[in-house]
């Protein structure tokens, strides 16, 4: 019995922001799930900075999203229907795929990643238990191999990523965190909640300087969502031996001419810095590590996070706008149905 | 019975290009050499790029030069007078030490390094064997983590250190090496004797486009003397898990602004790149390695290298000026003795 589905297609590489008639909701109709397959129903679906890149057409990390087919990104949602051949799925499993933008998907079994909604709520393997999760986990301890007293900068602090990167470095002993974001709601959850030493508003003052105030003896490692500014103030602040993680610059994901560099490279020389950047798909060695971590914290309320949520399958767009536009606290994420 | 000694003082902090009025050659009279110290008459002096950020008053990874004071630097010289409670060094022996820009030095015997004159003559320890040498064998193979079969490119390939970057490049089993330099007398040397695979001429075309060209595959590592245009595009040509040593930035350091930044530092993500700053100084551990390999290479004649030379004490600011605009090939040295 075919089931249909609704789901995004890229129509038009967007030219700066995306705009609507880049995008159109097309319905599907999908066949029967296959040997090896199942039918998900999804509840949520993930956006996140890195789908800019791939709607241009440029060479990148990940294949473009090709043209007048539904995009994917990261899905939450429930086993409707398993084929034949399909071990360890059972109808009603809530499980974690790569098929988001749409509302069903037909994948095979092993391509899906069955959650323990026990442990977490089944979004939160979008966001603390899933990509976001491991990307901060990896690009702090790892890739900027953050030591016990380090002093760390984060920005865009308050997203899904950075939120995470917060609190992991305040648990590893980190002397001092301090986090970016825009605008003072955004800065007293960081304060209040997140438990950050300085939060700064990068809206209220130059971001170098607030750094300067905050950190006059400088910081050891930064941990870059944004680049722009902020990377060159972070740079400016990197003292002896200093590590930056770069994991995205989402100041200019929209951009149609490439931003001005930071002007002061030659602190690397200075100092002897290290900026890396860095993908989470190369860091599946730590997976085990941050699970470990992860639920232990979990368990023991140690982490906390926010959620912003647009409701049903049409919203998608917009949530993706408002998340490159900072319109988020915490992770961004489309609510499919009321009660999921 | 006391000696006299000139001394290059900086008697005025340099705007832009350091000009004659900016220093100025005093005569000093020694005493003579204390209990665990000698006197040395210089034979060779070194001048160095890093020199340009110590005439600043800024920070930075050495203490700015004194005003009315001598300067210092890399400087060979010969054992003339050695005072009490003095081991290992006579009357005579040729050693290396850091009180450079002046005639003469006295100085505690344990703070020269004596040096071997069958291996080598004496400019050598100055060079290859020195402070430029070990500066491009611990930023190629320790920093860039360069590995065999990796496609490598150097700027400044016709200095000192660039022209040693080069050849231990190709001796440890890079798979092509592509050196820059300025005019075609330089890159004619890099082809002929330093054994590179593509020289290019920076003063020819734009430097990302001739990279393009010959290495349209993209390159693994880039050791950075230069920094600007040049790091820009070897940014722009690193491939998968690519590295950059950072060693200097001779573009900018007669630069009264902060020069423009690169503005494709998103490649550092997409590309899971590194750029590390690094200073020879905290490579000491690389030394024994260094000098084992690069007596075997110079014992079997695969090291060569040039010298630019300028003659006397009073030819030293003109030697430091020429070296910052690209006057010399090789390393560029101030011979104060027509006959060492």
Redesign the interface.
């Known amino acids: 019995m075919p089931v249909t589905s609704a789901a995004w297609h890229l129509v038009r590489r967007p030219n700066g922001e995306v705009v609507d008639d880049d995008v159109a909701l097309v319905e599907h109709e999908l066949d029967d799930p296959g040997p090896g397959e199942v039918l998900v129903r999804n509840t949520w679906l993930s956006v996140d900075p890195y789908m800019r ?1 791939r709607m241009n057409d440029a060479k ?2 990940v294949a473009p999203f090709a043209l007048d087919e539904p995009m994917d990104g990261g899905a939450v949602g429930v086993v409707e229907q398993v084929g034949p051949d399909v071990e360890g799925l059972a109808v009603g499993d809530t499980v974690l795929h790569g098929l988001g933008w749409r509302e069903r998907a037909v994948l095979p079994g092993r391509r899906t990643q069955r959650v323990d909604v026990e442990l977490a709520p089944p979004q939160a393997y979008l966001g603390a238990l899933g990509m976001p999760g491991l990307t901060a986990y990896a690009g702090l301890l790892d890739v900027a191999a953050m030591q016990e007293g380090d002093v760390v900068f984060v920005s865009a602090a308050a997203g899904a990523v950075g939120s995470l990167v917060c609190q992991i470095a305040r648990l590893k002993g980190a002397s001092q965190v301090i986090g970016s974001a825009g605008g003072p709601a955004k800065t007293q959850w960081l304060l209040d909640e997140l438990g950050v030493t300085h939060a700064l508003d990068y809206k209220a003052a130059p971001i170098r300087q607030q750094l300067r105030e905050v950190a006059p003896e400088g910081i050891d490692v930064y941990f870059d969502n944004v ?1 722009g500014d902020h ?2 103030a972070a740079i400016g602040a990197l003292r002896l031996h200093g590590r930056a993680a ?4 989402v100041s ?1 994901y929209n951009a149609t001419e ?22 989470v798909g ?1 860091h599946a060695d730590a997976r085990p590590r941050f699970l470990t971590d992860m639920a232990g914290w979990l368990a023991e309320g140690k982490i906390t996070w926010r959620e912003t949520v647009t409701e049903g399958i049409g919203s998608a767009p917009e949530a993706f706008r408002s998340l490159l536009s900072g319109g988020n606290t915490g992770k961004m994420l489309v609510r499919l149905e009321p009660d999921s």
Chains 1, 2 share one sequence.
Do not use: I, K
Request: glycine share 14%; with cysteine.
């Open positions: 890149g990148s990390y680049g990377l060159e770069l994991c995205g610059a200019a490439p931003p001005p560099g930071p002007r002061n490279l030659v602190r690397l020389v200075q100092n002897r810095l290290t900026l890396r950047g860095f993908l190369d």
